[in-house]
């Protein structure tokens, strides 16, 4: 399984899944932040982006992700103020423009952002700004790993590693997969042959039953990770439950800011009223994020559901694996 | 074919994002990333230093990568195309 959504669609392009032989099938995980985020967390969101006086930062994709009864995009036709940022010190920027407003953070992504969500918090408080907001949906990668191999649902033999995340925390949060479920990891980078090696490395490990953690990724992935990020991390966030799409709650799976920094914490100010969230009718991108189904398997891809007019996140985002078998393998 | 291979296996390619450290001021630098200048952060790799080539992910550097590795990750490569070759 590769679990990175960036690696889904690398495979994809340059043809890799076609090149392995049978006996080495690639499933698609749970990689792609946008569409692990939950319909409720979506709605949350969107209630906060109704919020009078507010402004919503977010990073591109999610403002399309459907929730219960829109998406941001909707909320910002609907006079919202929804702005799309490429970095959390973008959030900050405009905190600084607009003083009277509170400008929201709409926090996602796993081990890769999370430093950089932390240090826009610490910058934030080193200007004393009192208008900037984070809602932390950030998620922790190896327990989510750990949470879909305990399920069990499907026989998996080895898992690539998102390089990026491993460049951050290291190999050692990928211990427990070899040792507790005789799993093997290769962290992988992005280019063809960093996969493909990455999993003859896997298929090595398999065939002499020998499972373990490689790193396939050195010249950016040292053993230890980017300590300097963890220590921020560690600092302005701690480990909580998160609600996965497709998986449900997660134990100390994902981050939340600490009592300290609560006063940029936007779940301590906005309360909004989300009771009901319903998925759409028929979109199975929770099934696809466990690799439980391929994209083509599900009813409404590429009729109901396509890039253009996305039902669920997995058609939406850039790393959704909906989006990338859609773009690359329509014909298969 | 040979030539075309090498040529498709140069150094940038290896760097997946190459952004490269033109100046710095405090926990803020200038980047160059295929031609195109931006500001980034670099609170996360204090010890960056002009010329080194960083992961750059929503606006900051992430790690520094090491050129000895890439290095020897080409090599790595040229071995795999080498192998294609024979067969």
Redesign the interface.
């Given at each position: 399984m590769e679990f990175c959504g960036s690696h889904t669609h690398a495979l994809l392009r340059y043809g890799i899944r076609d090149l392995l032989p049978p006996t080495i099938t690639m499933k698609s995980g749970p990689g792609c932040p946008v569409c692990v985020t939950s319909t409720h967390d979506i709605d949350t969101a969107i209630a906060i982006a109704m919020t009078p006086q507010t402004i919503i930062a977010t990073y591109g994709d999610l403002v399309r992700v459907p929730g219960t009864g829109g998406s941001l995009e909707r909320a910002r036709a609907a006079g919202a103020d929804v702005r799309v940022v490429y970095s959390a010190l973008d959030a900050i920027a405009i905190a600084e423009k607009n003083p009277s407003r509170q400008v929201v953070l709409v926090g996602i992504g796993f081990e890769t952002t999370a430093p950089t969500v932390a240090a826009s918090i610490v910058t934030a408080s080193q200007k004393g700004l009192r208008n900037y907001r984070v809602l932390s949906l950030l998620k922790l990668t190896p327990p989510v790993m750990q949470a879909l191999l305990q399920l069990g649902e499907l026989r998996i033999d080895g898992i690539l590693c998102p390089g990026h995340v491993s460049v951050i925390t290291g190999l050692e949060p990928y211990g427990p997969i070899p040792t507790r479920f005789g799993v093997g990891c290769a962290v992988s980078g992005f280019e063809p042959l960093d996969m493909l090696r990455a999993i003859g490395l896997l298929v090595e490990q398999f065939e002499s039953g020998s499972p373990s953690v490689v790193n396939a990724y050195e010249r950016a992935v040292s053993v230890q990770g980017n300590t300097v990020a963890q220590q921020l991390i560690d600092r302005v966030l701690a480990p909580c439950n998160a609600e996965w799409r497709g998986l449900g709650c997660v134990p100390d799976s994902g981050l939340s800011l600490r009592p300290e920094y609560e006063m940029y914490d936007a779940a301590a100010l906005f309360h909004p009223d989300v009771t009901e969230s319903v998925e759409a009718a028929g979109c199975r991108c929770g099934d696809v994020l466990r690799g439980s189904i391929s994209p083509q398997e599900c009813p409404l891809f590429g009729t109901a559901c396509t890039p253009e007019y996305p039902v669920g996140p997995c058609m939406v985002s850039h790393e959704g694996a909906c989006a990338a078998h859609f773009t690359y393998s329509l014909t298969a | 074919m040979r030539s075309f291979r090498r040529a498709t296996?140069s150094f940038d390619?290896?760097?997946?994002i190459p952004a490269l450290i033109l100046s710095l001021d405090g926990?803020n630098a200038e980047v160059d990333i295929g031609g195109v200048q931006r500001r980034?952060?670099t609170?996360?790799?204090?010890q960056v230093k002009v010329g080194d080539y960083v992961?750059l992910?929503?606006?900051?550097s992430?790690?520094i990568?090491?050129?000895e590795?890439?290095e020897?990750?080409l090599a790595?490569?040229r071995e795999?195309a080498e192998i294609s070759e024979i067969r």
């Open positions: - | 296996m390619m290896c760097l997946a926990d980034i952060g609170m996360l790799t204090p992961l992910h929503t606006g900051f992430i790690g990568l090491k050129p590795e890439a020897q990750t790595a490569f795999l």
